[in-house]
């Protein structure tokens, strides 16, 4: 059996948790599996019953669960709060308290959405790889940082025990994968990124059957526009990761698509890129498909159950092929629907692949 611990957020992140929560049910109908659910408050709604956007007990039923499903947090009601009680500092805390320093996003295109990528269609076919950022150390958070009237600086840092950790995961991912890491950093410049590089290059000693290449950041994005067919597991730090998953995401075309997974050594949280959306928050009109497809991650990632991630992957695949469309990536001849009536063909046609 598995734990799972949910937490909606706000928005429209308690409609399209939902989702995840059915397309979960619906796997375990199909596989006999057993989960046990348990909803927690994050952000606005966890303010307004408690006064803090993260109270001990949602990081507890995060310890006991096997994996957190999240949807979004904020609004524009809790706007004008200070920096500490705002809704998103609750996703910093969490990510802190569960020690997720391996952020995980998918650049895979599906084929039926090709178009609506600002890339050409040669260019993107059959294009699939993940980024792996890290996600707790490095110039976000090195000190000394300051700020005055005559300068500002921060720290790039990184421990070796830092760099050996995602760089192990990295490595494993590459082998459930197409066994293949690019490891990104800027070491004709930086000593924290030679000494990265070092340490890469050390823990691959255990990972032989794995090929690794390197690439500077400013290539890096370059190549991702260029030719991202070559990636499969891209590799890097903090503030690389977070400008190069971004640019990667332009291969998806929309933020409703953009799944994502945050791991740690112990703990494991999915949920969808997109925020709160607080402009159609209610109104049954937001894109499941980023959630369900974490979920998907999740039964890759922290269950080992690829097969079933690739069926999610299959039925949304199949559901955009029928042309079903929300109203974020709607196009010329495509059908709208709202979140639950995507949820319920993507559900359909779960169970009719698996079927076949
Ligand atoms: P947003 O991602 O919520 O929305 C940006 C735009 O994309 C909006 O027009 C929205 O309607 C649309 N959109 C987003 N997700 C969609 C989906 N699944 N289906 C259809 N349309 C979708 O970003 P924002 O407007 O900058 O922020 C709104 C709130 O969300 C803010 O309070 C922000 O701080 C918060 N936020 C939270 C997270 C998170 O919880 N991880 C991430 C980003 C922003």
Request: charged share 20%; proline share 3%.
């Amino acid at each position: 059996m598995f734990k799972i611990a949910l937490l909606p957020g706000d928005g429209i992140g308690v409609e399209v948790t939902n989702s995840a929560v059915q397309v979960i049910k619906s796997v375990a109908e199909l596989f006999n599996l057993e989960f046990q659910f348990k909803e927690c408050l994050i952000g606005g709604c966890s303010y307004d019953a408690f006064g803090t956007p993260l109270t001990d007990e949602t990081i507890q039923c995060c310890y006991e669960s096997d994996a957190v499903v999240l949807g979004a947090v904020g609004g524009y009601k809790w706007e004008s709060l200070p920096q500490n009680l705002k809704p998103e500092a609750a996703l910093l805390k969490l990510r802190k308290s569960l020690g997720l320093y391996t952020n995980i996003r998918p650049a895979k295109i599906y084929k039926p959405l090709i178009d609506s990528s600002s890339l050409k269609k040669d260019v993107l076919s059959n294009v699939d790889f993940v980024v792996l950022r890290e996600l707790t150390s490095g110039i976000y958070f090195g000190e000394p940082r300051g700020l005055n009237t005559e300068h500002g600086f921060n720290t790039m840092i990184y421990h070796r025990d830092e760099v050996i950790r995602i760089a192990k995961q990295a490595f494993k991912i590459a082998r459930e994968r197409n066994n293949k890491v690019t490891s990104v950093d800027k070491a004709n410049v930086l000593e924290v990124s030679q000494f990265w590089r070092n340490i890469v290059h050390e823990v691959h000693q255990e990972f032989k059957d794995v090929a690794l290449n390197d690439l500077y950041v400013d290539n890096a994005a370059m190549q991702i526009v260029h030719n991202p067919k070559q990636f499969d597991v891209i590799l890097t730090s903090n503030l690389f990761g977070d400008i190069l998953s971004d640019i990667a995401a332009m291969i998806t075309g929309s933020l409703g698509m953009l799944p994502s997974a945050s791991l740690g050594d112990k703990y494991a949280l999915y949920e969808p890129v997109h925020g709160s959306a607080p402009d159609i928050a209610g109104q049954n009109k937001a894109n499941p498909l980023a959630a369900i497809s974490s979920v998907g991650m999740m039964f890759s990632y922290s269950f080992k159950m690829k097969n079933v991630g690739d069926l999610i992957d299959a039925a949304i695949e199949k559901t955009l092929d029928d042309g079903y469309r929300t109203a974020d990536i709607i196009s010329d001849g495509g059908m709208l629907v709202s979140t639950n009536k995507m949820t319920e063909l993507v559900i359909n046609n779960l169970k009719d692949i698996y079927k076949k």
